[in-house]
């Protein structure tokens, strides 16, 4: 082959390898989310990606805010689903766009009865959710569906401020401002999890932005950052008063 078609098709190969891999990464995650038998006292310990603090945050949320529902996107294998589920005993909706991971979940949680999987893109399981009779009064909304090259968060958060005048809204990955040691998620050009690129958003939505008020080097697991909105004066107040967040 001369070098011409070489330099022409090895970029295709590469994405395509890149792809391969990428599938069976998932298919072995499925896989080991298929075997485990895990506790509820594992499962706690690695909701919300091993954080205690910020389990903390989600209990205070729950326990002083009147949720009446929980709302997730990205269920993945269904560990902070479950916690949430076992824990509040609320109904919980969680949508996953990858199939198998869905399949695991849905297995995994089948005990649990109320628990609602949703095979299905975050965007439309929102807008489908707000729409349907079922639709929560003041959920817990967990967005937690950006992973890879997606990043459903600017029409997620467009519904939910349509939809829902009273909620809870905690995005994972995000950039928690003075305290570089809680990582965020970077997509590249706009598409940084960070004030940056989204205070005007949430303002222009009518958002108030909360930030975890301990520092990440007494925080545990992974340490990834969040933000805590809402919108709703009577959930602002109380948002307000909670030890665990600060206002910006
Ligand atoms: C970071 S993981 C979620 C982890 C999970 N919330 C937990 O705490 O265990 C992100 C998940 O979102 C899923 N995902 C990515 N884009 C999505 C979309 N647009 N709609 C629904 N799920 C999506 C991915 O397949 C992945 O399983």
């Known amino acids: 082959m001369n070098r011409f078609w070489e330099w022409l098709i090895s970029p295709i190969y590469k994405r395509k390898l890149r792809k391969l891999a990428t599938r069976v990464e998932y298919l072995e995650m499925a896989f080991i989310g298929l075997l485990e038998d895990l506790s509820s006292a594992e499962i706690e310990a690695r909701a919300f990606n091993g954080q205690r603090q910020r389990r903390d945050i989600f209990y205070s949320i729950i326990n002083n805010c009147g949720v009446d529902a929980i709302i997730e996107t990205g269920t993945f294998l269904g560990v902070t689903t479950r916690h949430m589920a076992e824990k509040t005993k609320l109904p919980v909706y969680s949508s996953e766009n990858n199939a198998r991971f869905h399949l695991v979940s849905k297995k995994r949680l089948s005990s649990l009865e109320n628990v609602r999987l949703s095979l299905s893109d975050s965007r439309d399981f929102l807008k489908r959710l707000g729409e349907s009779a079922e639709k929560p009064k003041r959920p817990f909304i967990y967005l937690d569906a950006h992973w890879k090259d997606d990043l459903p ?66 925080e545990t697991g992974a340490k ?25």
């Not at 005048?165 to 960070?194: A, H, Q, R, S």
């Not at 990834?224 to 910006?248: D, F, K, P, Q, W």
Request: proline share 2%; hydrophobic share 35%.
């Open 153 to 218: 968060l600017r029409e997620e958060l467009e519904t939910i401020s349509k939809q829902w005048g009273e909620c809870v809204v905690m995005i994972d990955d995000f950039e928690v401002p003075g305290d570089e040691g809680f990582g965020y998620d970077d997509y590249g050009w706009k598409n940084t999890l960070n004030n940056k690129h989204f205070s005007k958003i949430f303002s222009s939505l009518g958002f108030v932005s909360f930030f975890p008020r301990k520092h990440s080097a007494t």
């Open 224 to 248: 990834r950052g969040c933000v805590v909105l809402t919108g709703n004066a009577a959930i602002l107040e109380t948002l307000s008063r909670n030890e665990h967040l600060r206002r910006t």
